[in-house]
């Protein structure tokens, strides 16, 4: 039972222009949601993290919304540079129990230069 | 470098041998987590610890696997008589207490990526 989907594969952009990472999830006793960036042969590296209580948490050029009706999250990335490209995971975890990470597939960004 | 270490960061084993994970956390960091990753999934939970304390196992975790944490510090992951289906990444990540929700990001380190031929 997948409880943290990312539906789409692959995504390409434009350098430039805005990347959307999508990520739905299932079990209603997540609350808090991260996304990872991860390049090969490397571990996942932390770039932002949304608590339930928010609707929107902003870092720079990277953005993730919460909507939890529909429990669903994005990851906007705005402006797309060729070195965003890598494997985006969309995470989640109830932080009252041990803060496990329940992870989706994963979603490939490539940003054309 | 402060951040998360794992020992050897390529294991090539026969099946049937054992094999040894090493990770060093970060070192304020009392919680401990192994995941597993495998081709073009994303990385899943086996066990987590609390200081030296093993606190949760997931089914994943078959009785041919083992994790150790002596004295809340480095830890081991120990996976016997091994099978072409370990093949896989593992990866070891640790954080903080959560004092607050944000606390909760976890740190990975890069990995150990097995091969069992």
């Known amino acids: 039972d997948q409880q943290v989907k990312q539906n789409s594969p692959s995504l390409s952009v434009q350098e430039g222009r805005i990347s959307i990472l999508n990520c739905d999830y299932t079990?209603?006793?997540?609350?808090?949601f991260l996304w990872y960036k991860k390049y090969p042969a490397e571990g996942p590296t932390f770039l932002i993290s949304?608590?339930?209580?928010?609707d929107k948490n902003e870092d720079g050029r990277f953005t993730v919304f919460l909507n939890k009706s529909a429990k669903h999250l994005s990851l906007h990335i705005v402006p797309s540079q060729p070195g965003d490209s890598a494997v985006y995971f969309c995470?989640?975890?109830?932080?009252?129990?041990?803060?496990?990470?329940?992870f989706g597939k994963g979603i490939t960004l490539s940003v054309r230069p | 470098d402060t951040g998360v270490s794992q020992d050897p960061r390529h294991k090539i084993t026969k099946r049937g041998q054992n094999v040894t994970f090493r990770c060093d956390p970060i070192?304020?960091?009392?919680?401990l987590y192994w995941y597993r990753q495998t081709l073009g999934q994303g990385p899943e939970f086996l066990t987590y610890?609390?200081?030296?304390?093993?606190?949760?196992k997931s089914r994943l975790l078959s009785d041919r696997f083992s994790a150790e944490r002596p004295k809340g510090s480095f830890s081991t992951l120990e996976i016997q008589r091994t099978e072409q289906g370990d093949s896989a990444m593992y990866l070891c990540?640790?954080?903080?207490?959560?004092?607050?929700?944000?606390?909760?990001?976890?740190?990975f380190g890069q990995g150990t990526r097995l091969t069992v031929v």
């Open positions: 070192s304020e960091h009392n919680r």
């Open positions: 610890f609390q200081n030296e304390a093993q606190l949760e």
């Open positions: 949304i608590s339930s209580i928010k």
């Open positions: 995470a989640a975890t109830d932080t009252g129990a041990n803060s496990k990470l329940t």
């Open positions: 079990n209603s006793m997540f609350d808090y």
């Open positions: 990540a640790s954080s903080s207490p959560p004092h607050r929700a944000s606390d909760t990001e976890a740190f």
